[in-house]
């Protein structure tokens, strides 16, 4: 089978790069793949892991005579990255990435992107609690939403030629305005993330009760919690910083609604407490429904250890 790019460079090799170097080799996607990072210590580790055919430091280095760049990089260093590879950019190539925000990411990149070269944003609606290289899995992908955000005037047939590639990873695409993707991924994932947090901030920060006796009490809820507050904290620092305005507005319905439940808990309306918990309930059933997880205790974790 003819690989779908010759050579591909991944510019950061986290969760979702080193997940994404992995299907590629798997599926015989790409000729040659680059793998690049600032960190020493991390490229030595992709390399001892086989993630590539060749590791450099340098990410100008990395992109040169690359026909697909996936920059795989903490939101916020994303203009850098475009500074960086702006002048060894091959004409014809596509640059894309795997950002949680995408308004801020065009903002920081696009201006660098030199005419001839495709800048296709992208976020793959995939990942864990877990980073770095030795995170990664080939299966990340399956049955996950590839989300694209096409700036006006996007070449078409880089535009398809991106999809398939993520469909060959196994991916679904849709494709979407930047500005709505931000907003629609401010409720879906940034404000749950948020959310554990500072929940698990408030147990740390508890006087009555005893650090151990968190972690010797935890019950699935809080535990839940604390696999998303585990999540890798440059990450979501950024993600924050360059999604400010879409999660400052559901952080704001959050409140309400917050305040509403308070309400019903202090004046005992257990008609509203099991009219929001039927409904919640629901939502539950549509994700199962979806194929976005899976219908299991333990929301199906104690069965993926298992395999």
């Not at 960190?39 to 340098?58: I, Q």
């Not at 916020?76 to 950002?99: F, M, W, Y």
């Not at 991916?171 to 930047?178: A, E, G, L």
């Not at 910083?241 to 959050?254: G, P, T, V, W, Y």
Request: glycine residues 8%; contains cysteine.
């Amino acid at each position: 089978m003819k690989p779908h790019f010759d050579r591909i460079a991944f510019i950061g090799i986290g969760l979702i790069g080193s997940s994404l170097a992995r299907v590629v080799r798997r599926e015989g996607l790409a000729g040659h793949l680059v793998v690049s990072t600032r960190s020493a210590n991390t490229l030595a580790r992709a390399e001892e892991l086989g993630l590539g055919d060749s590791y450099v430091a340098d990410a100008a280095e990395a992109v040169r005579d690359a026909d697909l760049v996936v920059v795989s990089v903490p939101v916020g260093a994303s203009e850098a990255v475009a500074v960086a590879i702006r002048g060894h950019l091959k004409p014809g190539a596509i640059v894309t990435d795997v950002g949680s925000t995408k308004a801020s990411v065009i903002a920081q990149m696009a201006p660098h992107m030199p005419a001839g070269v495709h800048f296709i944003p992208g976020h793959p609606l995939a990942g864990t609690e877990k980073s770095g290289p030795d995170a990664g899995f080939a299966e990340l992908f399956t049955n996950r939403w590839c989300i694209l955000t096409p700036l006006d005037g996007t070449d078409a047939k880089a535009l398809a030629k991106l999809s398939d590639f993520w469909r060959a990873c196994g991916s679904n695409i849709d494709t979407m305005d930047p500005q709505h993707h931000d907003m629609v991924l401010a409720i879906v994932s940034h404000l749950p993330h948020i959310i554990a947090y500072n929940i698990v901030g408030t147990a740390d920060d508890l006087e009555a009760v005893t650090k151990s006796e968190v972690i010797k009490y935890s019950a699935s809820g809080f535990r839940d919690f604390t696999r998303l507050a585990a999540s890798d904290p440059t990450m979501w620092r950024d993600v924050c910083l360059h999604n400010k305005d879409a999660i400052l507005e559901m952080l704001a319905r959050f409140s309400e609604d917050l305040a509403s439940l308070q309400r019903a808990v202090r004046w005992g309306d257990g008609d509203k407490l099991f009219d929001l918990f039927t409904r919640t309930r629901a939502v539950r059933r549509s994700i199962i429904d979806a194929g976005q997880e899976v219908d299991a205790p333990d929301f199906g974790r104690q069965a993926a250890k298992k395999s």
